[in-house]
């Protein structure tokens, strides 16, 4: 016998007692290894902790077992083997429990090798990492939700700014508009001329309102909302617009009750929702809209607050969206609809009213497999019949339109925007003062005797909601409208205000003054 070979010393003995009693003492770890064929050769409690063999079950079986079908498949085994018996092979992955659940491992195989170079096996450690890799995974997820709800509200603000600086401006090209046609000579070339830009103007208005319900921030007159009714009612007109090869199927929980949200806004978000089902139908379908009750408890439902609400949903069986499409639709302006044919702001507003109203618009798409939009609303209050000042357009409906002259005072700091209502005003008849501030309109009350203010809401230092309160206090008698395309009034603020919305024509402004006459009576 060659007493100088180390592996018979009783030194040798000692060591690899300890060395196996270390191995055995580890359950964090899974140690083992395999021959050089891949197949299991030593087992340690830490590996029949996590992987559920014991040794006998598993000595002399080989490793592939651990891997995923689709791993398996993939010959991900085989390539392991080769790396490691190469160097070292370092990997992450989902590997597979004896009772085939799925697990993260932190995997390193080395090789074994003789003095001489021959290749004898492998040492296998595996590390179970599953609840590490479930926390970076939510963390991510959670970090992804953020970035995304920070990336739509600086986009918000951006858009909200553009388009209240548009809203002015058009404003002064649709009353001008107006009141030149009102004096045009009886010319047919002309009157078409600005009737073209007229109703330019008034699509280039129709943008700016999408882009400030996106911002959230156009004026929501917000009711109790029969979702039945409300699509029953534009059923008609979407079906003509919609085009012979697409259906609608509706279908309304029993229990329903009313929403509240915009009645007008909530058609426009439903007929945009209809026309991209439609637009991923090229080949025709039918487009699902439907209608439950969900309650939302503290913590669920993505930030929603606790409470009732009504889940109207719009379904289709198109083409889908890939996920970087899912991903950017809410998007102001992402359109996949090429030039002229989208301005993709439609799922903009919808995300933007829902938002506006206290709910929340989600959707699901698989490329191939349609896609599902939901619009989450709160339910209206028990018996509510919404608090705050009748709308001009109810009031306008009973009282009479015409009536004698006013002294109207007109405040706005855009003076563009002023000379227009001006204008308008005294068009109509009206005895017009003006101020574009409000310090400027205090002093033109205290020297005159005025029916109406009509002042915008978003003014540098003292706004138009402050000016109306400090109005209320000196002179209660005096009848305060509010004008405003940007209306992002504190909640519950501005109630028991007469609204006007920019950019009004002058027969907006007839009906408000009708409704602010009904008020003072
Ligand atoms: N039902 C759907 N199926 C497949 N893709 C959709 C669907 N709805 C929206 N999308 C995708 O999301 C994009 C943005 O939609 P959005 O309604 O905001 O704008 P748009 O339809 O492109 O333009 P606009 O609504 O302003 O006319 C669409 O261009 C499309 O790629
Ligand atoms: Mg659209």
């Not at 992450?92 to 090798?113: C, M, N, Q, S, Y």
């Not at 309102?209 to 921030?217: P, V």
């Not at 000016?467 to 008698?477: Q, S, T, V």
């Amino acid at each position: 016998m060659d007493q100088t070979r180390p592996k018979t010393s009783p030194k040798h003995f000692q060591d690899e007692d300890r060395y196996r009693r270390l191995i055995d003492a580890i359950t964090d770890y899974a140690i083992f290894m395999l021959d050089a064929h891949g197949c299991v050769s030593s087992w340690n409690p830490g590996a029949q902790r996590f992987k559920g063999y014991t040794a006998a079950e598993i000595l002399g079986q080989h490793f592939s077992q651990f891997y995923t079908p689709e791993d398996r498949v993939a010959g991900v085994p085989a390539k392991a083997l080769r790396a490691a018996a190469a160097g070292r092979f370092e990997a992450e992955g989902w590997r597979l429990r004896k009772d085939g659940t799925r697990f993260w491992a932190h995997v390193v195989i080395d090789p074994i090798r003789e003095p001489s170079g021959e290749l004898v096996g492998f040492a296998k450690i595996t590390r179970d990492l599953t609840d590490q890799h479930e926390a970076e995974r939510e963390r991510d997820d959670a970090r992804q939700a953020l970035l995304q709800s920070q990336k739509l509200d600086a986009l918000g603000q951006l858009t909200g700014g553009i388009a209240h600086d548009f809203n002015n401006l058009l404003m002064t090209i649709i009353g001008g508009l107006d009141l030149v046609r009102k004096r045009l000579p009886p010319d047919p070339k002309t009157t078409l001329l600005v009737q073209n830009a007229m109703q330019a103007a008034q699509r280039g208005s129709a943008l700016v309102q999408r882009m400030l319900a996106f911002a959230r921030r156009q004026p929501l007159d917000l009711r109790p909302v029969e979702a039945p009714a409300l699509v029953r009612g534009i059923a008609e007109m979407l079906r003509r617009s919609l085009g012979a090869g697409v259906r609608i199927s509706m279908r309304f929980a029993g229990d329903l009750r009313p929403a509240l949200t915009d009645p007008n806004q909530l058609e426009n978000a439903l007929v945009n929702l209809a026309l991209n089902a439609r637009d991923a139908m090229p080949g025709g379908g039918t487009i699902f809209i439907e209608a439950d009750r969900r309650m939302v408890m503290e913590g669920q439902e993505g930030g929603l607050a606790p409470g009732a609400y009504l889940r109207l949903s719009v379904r289709d069986t198109g083409h889908g969206m890939d996920a970087h499409t899912l991903a950017r639709a809410k998007e102001p302006f992402f359109t996949t609809k090429g030039v002229g044919a989208g301005a993709g702001l439609g799922l903009s507003m919808a995300h933007g009213l829902a938002e506006q109203s206290g709910g929340r618009l989600t959707m699901a798409s698989r490329l191939g497999e349609g896609t599902v939009v939901e619009l989450w609303l709160p339910e209206a209050p028990e018996a509510s019949r919404v608090t705050g000042a009748p709308s001009a357009d109810e009031l306008s409906q009973s009282v009479e339109i015409s009536g004698s002259p006013m002294v109207i005072l007109a405040v706005d700091d855009d003076a563009l925007v002023l000379l227009n209502t001006t204008a308008m005003l005294e068009d109509l008849g009206h005895r017009v003062l003006t101020a574009t501030a409000a310090d400027e309109a205090m002093g033109v009350l205290a020297r005159e005797d005025v029916d109406l203010v009509i002042t915008d809401y978003a003014m540098p230092d003292v706004d138009g909601l402050k000016l109306a309160g400090m109005i209320r206090d000196r002179w209660p008698d005096t009848t305060v409208m509010l004008a405003t395309g940007y209306a992002e009034l504190p909640e519950g603020q501005g109630e028991g205000l007469l609204r006007l919305s920019k950019p009004y024509l002058q027969s907006d402004l007839t009906r408000a003054i009708a409704a602010a006459r009904a008020c003072r009576a």
